[in-house]
Nanobody, 123 residues
Framework: QVQLVESGGGLVQAGGSLRLSCAAS????????MGWFRRAPGKAREFVAA????????DYADSVKGRFTISRDNAKNTVYLQMNSLKPDDTAVYYCAADRARMGRAPGLYSYWGQGTQVTISS
């Protein structure tokens, strides 16, 4: 079992940056692949980024590639999402997710989810 708590959301202007954090409980964080997802108002949850257990492999949605960076610090049981050049379309609730299986883009692959953090980008 792992519990996830996101933080770092907020309101920023277009072009700005935010860094989201997801802190995980438990002693086996390094054995979990991690993902970030988001849900915008009126839209389905969508994949944003994922990272392998050791951080050696990452994957990004095309819509955020080159602007967002996912990373993890296994010593701190934390995964991050650095978001730069933010756009109003990035406005959403952002969720982190964890699973012992290999990283992937499908939400159904992930067994554990955080409560989400709101990101709002003003134009």
């Amino acid at each position: 079992q792992v519990q996830l708590v996101e933080s770092g959301g907020g309101l920023v202007q277009a072009g700005g940056s935010l860094r989201l954090s997801c802190a995980a409980s438990g002693r086996t964080f390094s054995s979990y692949a991690m993902g970030w997802f988001r849900r915008a108002p009126g839209k389905a949850r969508e994949f944003v980024a994922a990272i392998s257990t050791n951080g050696g492999t990452t994957d990004y949605a095309d819509s955020v590639k080159g602007r967002f960076t996912i990373s993890r610090d296994n010593a701190k049981n934390t995964v991050y999402l650095q978001m730069n050049s933010l756009k109003p379309d990035d406005t959403a609730v952002y969720y982190c997710a964890a699973d012992r299986a290999r990283m992937g883009r499908a939400p159904g692959l992930y067994s554990y989810w955080g409560q989400g953090t709101q990101v709002t980008i003003s134009s």
